[in-house]
T-cell receptor, first 113, second 113 residues
Framework: AQSVTQPDIHITVSEGASLELRCNYS??????LFWYVQSPGQGLQLLLK??????LVQGIKGFEAEFKRSQSSFNLRKPSVHWSDAAEYFC???????????FGAGTTVTVRA | DSGVTQTPKHLITATGQRVTLRCSPR?????VYWYQQSLDQGLQFLIQ???????AKGNILERFSAQQFPDLHSELNLSSLELGDSALYFC????????????FGPGTRLTVL
């Protein structure tokens, strides 16, 4: 069975600073990997996904993530955060044709002025 | 806007009652997934339907059931409700092939009093 660990429950970052959110997954084969963002009271919006190919994936809102098979990681990064990036971020893993998603516990990002 | 719609947005009911949550997938999407987001369990996969047939089951209680209709909309039925069923219930939809993305609806917030 697949699983996801997000080690950081809460991160506070200054506006304009860089951000990195950690994600480690457990799965026997090559997984499908995703980052979703959830703003307060909102649904889940896909930031980016990895299925195969280039291990550095670009997403929306200036986010990117790098798949590292040797470390079973899929960390999310943004070079310069904006106040609107304050939200909860979920890493998820799927596998197979009709993949169900297994989510991490989420990381809440607070942006201070 | 993901194109996935869920109704109602909020639902408040009492213990022991039965409710139905509705999901309309994106146009052309054949798969519908249901997820539950609660404070203690996080985001969990409940059940998946593909073109009207149940395809996969997750941590779905026996008191819960779902179906997908010929027009591809789906309903999640929750019965004999308990306080612990209070959660945000998400529906997601996906096209047929494995590398398609799951797009999430805005969710239905269920409060059981």
């Amino acid at each position: 069975a697949q699983s996801v660990t997000q080690p950081d429950i809460h991160i506070t970052v200054s506006e304009g600073a860089s951000l990195e959110l950690r994600c480690n997954y457990s799965y026997g084969a090559t997984p499908y990997l995703f980052w979703y963002v959830q703003s307060p009271g909102q649904g889940l919006q896909l930031l980016l996904k990895y299925f195969s190919g280039d291990t550095l994936v670009q997403g929306i809102k200036g986010f990117e993530a790098e798949f590292k098979r040797s470390q079973s990681s899929f960390n999310l990064r943004k070079p310069s955060v904006h106040w609107s990036d304050a939200a909860e971020y979920f890493c998820a893993v799927g596998a197979g044709n009709d993949y169900k998603l297994s989510f991490g516990a989420g990381t809440t990002v607070t942006v201070r002025a | 806007d993901s194109g996935v719609t869920q109704t109602p947005k909020h639902l408040i009911t009492a213990t022991g009652q039965r409710v139905t949550l509705r999901c309309s997938p994106r146009s052309g999407d054949l798969s519908v997934y249901w997820y539950q987001q609660s404070l203690d369990q996080g985001l969990q996969f409940l059940i998946q339907y593909y073109n009207g047939e149940e395809r996969a089951k997750g941590n779905i209680l026996e008191r819960f059931s779902a179906q997908q209709f010929p027009d591809l909309h789906s309903e999640l039925n929750l019965s004999s409700l308990e306080l612990g069923d209070s959660a945000l219930y998400f529906c997601a939809s996906k096209r047929a092939v494995s590398t398609d993305t799951q797009y999430f609806g805005p969710g239905t917030r269920l409060t059981v009093l």
